[in-house]
């Protein structure tokens, strides 16, 4: 009897163990099986050559992600710009000044927020940033627009990667231990004065990893994106003008690109690339932030 | 005038905390005020009649069906795989050995890799062996996009089970797998929530089956077959030039709404009420 639970346990714990090995493999697999189907463009062109094009032009298989890349880098930054100051006032309201019952109200609703699909940002974006777009903000600097831009992209992606930052920010700003604040306010310094030299001084790391994060959750949304941006393939110049996103790229161009040789290896690449540029992103900022939280356990 | 930067940043900080949770409300109205009006029990009882896209009859059936199917599916299948590796990592393994923290890590990326990058593979992998989109293809692309959610999620949970727990009951005798169970049983609250969590996101995704489940009008059958899903059906219908057919994209955004709404106060309470029974 007792050699049969032995038994049992030892072969859950092998069948276990494979499968979190597996899985784990997954990442790997992921990097191998795009770079497995861009091969065939990389023959084709050489790597510097496909990234500072900007040629796109399918049929004649010339394929360069220089203005694909602008359009990411563009909404990217812009949402990075909106969020960052948001999120990071936000953050401190609610661990240094907020009472408990605001808190408890504000981070469900913040938690909701990141609930919300996607594709719903993107209807929002459409019937509300679009029109502001258009009638309101653009008017005063550039004679037309559509509001389709990489400046409602940028809004949209903001809304998307709040909650993001705001939950690591929020467990940064938890693990500093509270004697620091303490010391310093018994120097006489004010709560304000406290957050500024001991609070963020003390979180530099962790801002920098939510930020990082966040760059990466922006580099790779799609649809929301692919909604508002007007996918025109060229460089945007201003906050106005439309741009086209990897991902939207990806997105829009799956049905087609089965029929025109080359096409499907170029959308794997550009697949391969988000995938990369992700992958070291969060990396590094995992890493990070499980440093944090060792340095403090 | 310390006080008074001070003052300003707190104004600063109340006003970017009210922007925030009230675009939250701003989405909702939005969606609901546009969409309210144009949803009716045809919209959610039938499936798409004969110029459907261009503004006749039918419904949105197709699409919710075809997306509970993927959703279902997908949980249940990343269940099957995410907790084994939950009990492995925390139950089989050394506490903080290589293996435990490397899979920890790597679910951390797993979990930040966009869907349109899993889309993508799923593809890729598609058309390596020969398949067409399917139920069967959306399903399992869809479970490698929420297995780093479940993961994740019980494995908080499943690491906050005091130790005292699984000495006591290692005291008693037990193997390792018999803990195993124990332990699960004292995380079902963190369990549940993950299976929300997991659920509203695969939902909700787009990029994802835009790839893999592909799109049809009828309610597939079988695994071989497409499946519509719910993103998908407002995307497609809100890039039409004919406002009949937007009208129904924003009909179909509040019937989504209302779906993850559900979900996402459902794995509040639940993660609250079920951790009551908790020791």
Known sequence: MKNIRLLKDNIFGKIFFTLTILSISTVILLGFGLYYKSIPLLNHSSLGHLLSSSEWKPFKEAFGFYSFIMGTLWVTAISIVIALPLSLLTAIYLSEYAPIRIRKIVLPLIELLSGIPPVLFGVWGVLVIIPIIQDYIAPHFVEFTTGYSVLAGGIVLAIMIFPLIISILIEVFDNVPQELRDASLSLGATQWQTIKKVLLRKSVDGIVAATVLAISRAFGETIAVLMVCGNLAQVPHSLFDSGYPLPALIANNYGEMMSIPMYDSALMFAALLLFVIIFLFNAISRIILFRIEKRTT | ?279
């Not at chain 2, 279902?72 to 435990?100: D, E, Q, W």
Request: net charge positive; aromatic share 10%; hydrophobic share 50%.
């Open chain 2, 1 to 279: 005038m310390r006080k008074i930067e001070e003052n300003i940043f707190k104004a600063l900080m109340i006003l970017s905390t009210a922007i925030i949770s009230g675009t939250l409300f701003w989405i909702i109205y939005t969606i609901f005020s546009k969409g309210l009006g144009s949803l009716n029990w045809d919209m959610i009882s039938k499936i798409p009649e004969g110029g459907f896209y261009i503004g006749k009859g039918g419904g949105i059936l197709n699409a919710i069906i075809g997306s509970l199917y993927i959703t279902i599916g997908a949980t249940l299948l990343g269940l099957l795989v995410s907790i084994p590796i939950v009990i492995y990592i925390n139950i089989y393994a050394k506490k903080n050995s290589f293996l435990a923290n490397i899979t920890r890590l790597s679910y951390d990326i797993l979990f930040g890799i966009p869907s349109i990058v899993y889309g993508a593979f799923g593809f890729a992998i598609m058309v390596y062996m020969g398949l067409k989109t399917s139920l069967l293809a959306g399903i399992i692309t869809v479970t490698l996009l929420i297995i780093p959610i479940l993961v994740r999620t019980m494995d908080e949970a499943v690491r906050v089970v005091p130790e005292d727990m699984s000495n006591s009951v290692y005291s008693l005798g037990a193997t390792r797998y018999e803990t195993a169970k124990i332990i699960l049983r004292q995380s079902i609250p963190g369990i549940v929530t993950a299976i929300l969590l997991s659920f509203g996101r695969a939902i909700g995704d787009a990029a994802c089956v835009l790839f893999t489940a592909g799109f049809t009008d009828s309610i597939p059958t079988s695994l071989n077959q497409p499946a519509a899903t719910l993103p998908l059906s407002i995307f497609f219908q809100l890039s039409s030039p004919i406002q009949e057919v937007q009208n129904r994209a924003y009909a179909a955004a509040v019937v989504l709404t209302i779906i993850v709404l559900i979900i996402s106060i459902t794995a509040k309470i639940a993660s609250k009420n079920l951790s009551k029974n908790k020791i």
